[in-house]
């Protein structure tokens, strides 16, 4: 692990650290807590995207966040000032959509998110339904959990009595919580510890980040190799994770939910879980001086 501001005190450090990160073609970026914080951007985050451009960098967005489709985070992304197009951005509701049409064609789904998530499945022929109590007179094949930020005790009372039949249970992804300017907010990983207190059933498949299938299917989307490619964000247990067990160089911003760089011995409140970054930057906008130092 290198810290990028210990690089940073020396010519040679500097230089060789910024060697490094410029020799990469291809960056795995995440969002909530690197690039932004509820609607607003995170210290240099839309300059480092411009970087990437200017430099003719391929780049996508990946987040485990499942609470907004693809078109809304294109939406958002635009509004806060990131030239960004919708090939740029991955979600793990796109990789469960992908799952479903691959394992699950044509059967019929009971997802626990948003009416906004719900729309993306359904534009891509998901036959889905929301588990209200008005839905719950037809039968499903498989139970989705995703990050319903608009969670209501009877979508969790009908979720619960459709996982205890024991259908086959996805979590769209494993982010215990979400960062936002008020603090973390429970997010999947909270939501999967409740249904499993209920239900005593934990999921059957979690997807997302740090699943090695969603590396590579970017990385087969975009015509890149592992030694090209550098993920950066701010969890240890998903997005560093991700890259360490598949040989991946990664990149800790400590603006999410990592406040303070990992010990020597990787030791975390999620050590089981956890891996150990390649470089680790207090944010963006320190990266992006730090690679600007070596251009002048």
Avoid at 44 to 49: K, L, Q, Y
Avoid at 113 to 142: H, N, Q, W
Avoid at 199 to 222: E, H, V
Avoid at 237 to 260: C, F, H, P, W
Wanted: proline share 4%; charged share 25%; aromatic share 10%.
């Amino acid at each position: 692990m290198e810290l990028l501001w210990e690089l940073n005190e020396t010519d040679a450090g500097r230089n060789r650290g910024a060697d490094r990160l410029s020799g990469k073609s291809f960056f795995i970026l995440d969002m909530d807590g690197t690039v932004y914080l509820d609607h607003t951007p995170l210290p240099g985050a839309v300059d480092f995207v411009r970087w990437l451009k200017a430099n003719q960098k391929e780049f996508v967005f990946l987040t485990n966040n499942s609470s907004k489709s693809r078109e809304t985070y294109h939406k958002n992304l635009s509004y806060m000032g990131f030239e960004v197009e919708r090939r740029n951005i991955y979600t793990s509701n796109t990789a469960t959509i992908e799952y479903l049409e691959d394992h699950f064609p044509g059967k019929r789904v009971l997802l626990m998110g948003t009416s906004d998530a719900a729309e993306e499945y359904k534009k891509r022929g998901v036959d889905i339904a929301l588990p209200f109590d008005r839905c719950m007179d037809a039968t499903y094949d498989v139970a989705v959990l995703g990050y319903d930020t608009g969670l209501s005790y009877e979508k969790l009372k009908n979720f619960c009595l459709w996982v205890r039949r024991g259908l086959f249970y996805i979590s769209t992804h494993p982010d215990i919580n979400c960062p936002s300017l008020e603090g973390p907010l429970p997010d999947n990983g909270a939501m999967i510890e409740l249904i499993r207190a209920s239900t005593g059933r934990s999921p059957d498949l979690i997807l997302g980040k740090p699943q090695a299938a969603t590396l590579q299917i970017l990385l087969r989307q975009f015509g890149r190799e592992k030694s090209e490619t550098l993920i950066i964000g701010d969890r240890l247990y998903t997005d560093i994770r991700m890259g360490a067990q598949n040989g991946v160089d990664t990149l800790l911003v400590l603006s999410g939910e990592t406040k303070e760089q990992p010990s020597q011995k990787g030791e975390t409140s999620e050590s089981a879980e956890s891996a150990f970054p390649t470089y680790v930057s207090r944010s963006l906008s320190d990266i992006l001086a730090f690679v600007s130092k070596r251009e002048v």
